[in-house]
């Protein structure tokens, strides 16, 4: 096993043939125990966590991009929201429901970048934590447009990203994201409502406005 998960998974996706198939690989090796996810964190991000609070989810609606091992889409579902998430990987997705197996969540396997049609303006909570950043810098933009797309009317997404300054690309994965690329998401009618940073990451908070009759 390599002593070094993020060099590990960079040099999976150096060698990788698509931005995504590395994915796989990781979880896979994972799976076997000879490489460790280095986002597979034992807790819900902690700026979500923050953010949540004491909320109640019910009757409402939650989507998880890119959900890696279940721990955002589980703290999601503890407090209520009837939460879909779903992953590239298959392996992961297959992982996540051995690790949960009495799970509210509906975990899939989907493509951020060719999603399913039904999901469109669907969800009362999207949460976006690391995903796009995971994706080179040329596929933010579409990345971006689809989280955003997500989102119900009267709804809310939640953008967790590691924060970069200028348009200096570092070598990834992750390309941290830059304020033009946050402020993106207000995107198909998304507004921001709350936007911080702190030295290292953004949390971002859009909105849509509930369609008026």
């Known amino acids: 096993m390599t002593n070094d998960p993020d060099t590990h998974a960079r040099a999976l996706a150096a060698a990788s043939e698509s931005p995504t198939d590395w994915f796989e690989e990781l979880y896979n090796q994972a799976q076997r125990g000879d490489a460790i996810v280095p986002w597979d964190r034992g807790t819900p991000h902690d700026l979500l966590a923050s953010w949540a609070?004491?909320?109640?989810?019910?009757?409402?609606?939650?989507?998880?991009?890119?959900?890696?091992?279940?721990?955002?889409?589980?703290?999601?579902?503890?407090?209520?929201?009837?939460?879909?998430?779903?992953?590239?990987?298959?392996?992961?997705?297959?992982?996540?429901?051995?690790?949960?197996?009495?799970?509210?969540?509906?975990?899939?396997?989907?493509?951020?970048?060719?999603?399913?049609?039904?999901?469109?303006?669907?969800?009362?909570?999207?949460?976006?934590?690391?995903?796009?950043?995971?994706?080179?810098?040329?596929?933010?933009?579409?990345?971006?447009?689809?989280?955003?797309?997500?989102?119900?009317?009267?709804?809310?997404?939640?953008?967790?990203?590691?924060?970069?300054?200028?348009?200096?690309?570092?070598?990834?994965?992750?390309?941290?994201l830059t304020r033009t690329e946050i402020e993106s998401f207000a995107t198909g009618g998304l507004t921001p409502h709350d936007i911080v940073r702190d030295e290292i990451r953004w949390r971002a908070e859009f909105r849509r406005p509930a369609t008026t009759s």
């Open 53 to 176: 609070g004491d909320r109640d989810g019910a009757g409402l609606h939650a989507l998880v991009v890119g959900c890696g091992l279940g721990r955002d889409s589980e703290y999601l579902a503890s407090l209520h929201y009837e939460t879909v998430a779903f992953d590239v990987s298959p392996t992961a997705v297959a992982s996540t429901r051995d690790r949960f197996p009495g799970t509210a969540v509906d975990y899939r396997v989907a493509d951020l970048l060719d999603p399913p049609a039904d999901w469109h303006h669907a969800f009362d909570l999207v949460v976006e934590s690391l995903t796009v950043q995971a994706l080179p810098v040329p596929l933010h933009e579409a990345a971006i447009e689809r989280v955003a797309s997500f989102v119900a009317p009267g709804g809310t997404l939640l953008v967790i990203a590691a924060a970069r300054d200028g348009e200096a690309r570092p070598e990834g994965p992750p390309w941290p």
